[in-house]
């Protein structure tokens, strides 16, 4: 018994030190550049943070793998987030965020942010008619993650929701058609259920449509659209806050964000497409090798 109490104190002492160094990065990880939407948010959010980011983008995209799969490489960018110190984990991926945040919490000993429950809260404060959209990829759709959360939260048979799989969306914003007549056709085509079923609340369930928030605007007219990256964001100020591991600016001031960047590899557009993501330049990125992961 004696034994149990010493571990367990030793536990709590290790978690509430964890959790205090707030000198620590916070880490950022998805399937490939696609996060850099929410690493964009966080950076508007919590600018005096350090980040380390780290992109999949060897073996991108994940939307359409299955769950094994998914869970696998969540599993190895959890493990390579940890052995680098940071304080806190964001899923950036939606899919990831789908499919594996259980496993992910389960071999964290920090907290870890996934997409869903913000995405999800912002919803349903948002929604007058109770008829929310949901958008994401095949696995994120498939999983019925969002709508079992949106279930479990109302415990109401008065909420509609309707889920859509957009799989077009991806390869389309990678390619930085957001304004295209092709995007706009395939738009029109994916939407349209959207204005027939009177939605007021649309969940953008996926790193890259924040990117067509425009175009969607337009097509769906007078609806709420739920950035997952930004709600996430206002959520890890409060967690990091209730820790006392936030850097306010008050001890830290940095001009230009601090990030590090990871990626399994560096894809011809990669350059281009990070910048439309983030909206800056990024720098040159540290290359893990898929087998050190
Ligand atoms: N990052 C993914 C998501 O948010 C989209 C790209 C992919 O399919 O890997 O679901």
Known sequence: MKNYFKKSLKLQLFCIFAFMDKTKPIGVFDSGIG???VLKQFIKFLPYEKYIYFGDTARVPYGNK???TVEQYARQ????LLEKGVKLIVVACNTVSSIALDTIKEISNIPVIGMIEPAVNAALRETNNKRIGIIGTRA?????AYLDLIKTKTASKDYQVFAKACPLFVPL????????AATELI???YLEEFIE???DTLILACTHYPLLSELIKT???DVTLIDSGENAAVLAIRLLAEKAALIDDKEEFIRKPKITFYVTDVPTMFYDAAQRFLGFPVDKPNIISIEKI
């Open 219 to 221: 097509i769906l007219g």
């Open 197 to 199: 079923n009177k939605i």
């Open 35 to 37: 996060g850099l939407s």
């Open 66 to 68: 299955s769950k094994q």
């Open 187 to 189: 738009a029109k085509e």
């Open 140 to 144: 994120t759709i498939s999983s019925n």
């Open 77 to 80: 960018s959890t493990e390579f």
């Open 173 to 180: 914003v990678e390619e930085g058609l957001l304004h295209h």
